[in-house]
T-cell receptor, first 111, second 113 residues
Framework: DAKTTQPPSMDCAEGRAANLPCNHSTISGNEYVYWYRQIHSQGPQYIIHGLKNNETNEMASLIITEDRKSSTLILPHATLRDTAVYYCIVRVGAGNTPLVFGKGTRLSVIA | DAGVTQSPTHLIKTRGQHVTLRCSPISGHKSVSWYQQVLGQGPQFIFQYYEKEERGRGNFPDRFSARQFPNYSSELNVNALLLGDSALYLC????????????FGPGTRLTVT
């Protein structure tokens, strides 16, 4: 079973920041937080991952709370092409375990 | 470079039949994983293969099997198809056994009637 809780859906205005929350209150010390997204009719796409420090790449930023029980994925300037289902996943950092997907958050970016 | 490719794109089968799905990983990637995605759900892990050996198996019946070839491509086989096997089957590749970043293909849409 997925170890994360996400809202089923969210809306965001185009050009604004999209902040997607994820609760992972039972996360272990050696588990990382991963984010993937799935645009309609495509396979999931890796976005970012982190352990406890905030992370940023060309796609997004990941903010992890100090107690690591929750995190937020930030898309700084959402576009219509960011409309997708976003999955928050926790897994052991060595990466030898498969991804366990929940139902994710369906983000709709509105013009 | 080409991404992960899967064939066929769509497939319709009848209950009780057998199906073979194919996956070619990104060049240089040695690990292939298979996932099943039923409509409205997130993908569920089926198998991982690395260096032609099974490295992980999800909670799927023995009707599901897979293999990886010397060129790292992979096949997923499903025997005695059930209506509940209708799903999008996704293949993902990664460079090593460690699955930090998995790159997914577009999937094969299987419909069992």
């Amino acid at each position: 079973d997925a170890k994360t809780t996400q809202p089923p859906s969210m809306d965001c205005a185009e050009g604004r920041a999209a902040n997607l929350p994820c609760n992972h209150s039972t996360i272990s010390g050696n588990e990382y937080v991963y984010w993937y997204r799935q645009i309609h009719s495509q396979g999931p796409q890796y976005i970012i991952h982190g352990l406890k420090n905030n992370e940023t790449n060309e796609m997004a930023s990941l903010i992890i709370t100090e107690d690591r029980k929750s995190s937020t994925l930030i898309l700084p300037h959402a576009t219509l092409r960011d409309t997708a289902v976003y999955y928050c996943i926790v897994r052991v950092g060595a990466g030898n375990t498969p991804l366990v997907f929940g139902k994710g958050t369906r983000l709709s970016v509105i013009a | 470079d080409a991404g992960v490719t899967q064939s066929p794109t769509h497939l319709i089968k009848t209950r009780g039949q057998h199906v073979t799905l194919r996956c070619s990983p990104i060049s240089g990637h040695k690990s292939v994983s298979w996932y099943q995605q039923v409509l409205g759900q997130g993908p569920q892990f089926i198998f991982q293969y690395y260096e032609k050996e099974e490295r992980g198996r999800g909670n799927f019946p023995d009707r599901f099997s897979a293999r990886q070839f010397p060129n790292y491509s992979s096949e997923l086989n499903v025997n005695a198809l059930l209506l509940g096997d209708s799903a999008l089957y996704l293949c993902a590749s990664s460079r090593s056994r460690a699955l930090y970043e998995q790159y997914f293909g577009p999937g094969t849409r299987l419909t069992v009637t």
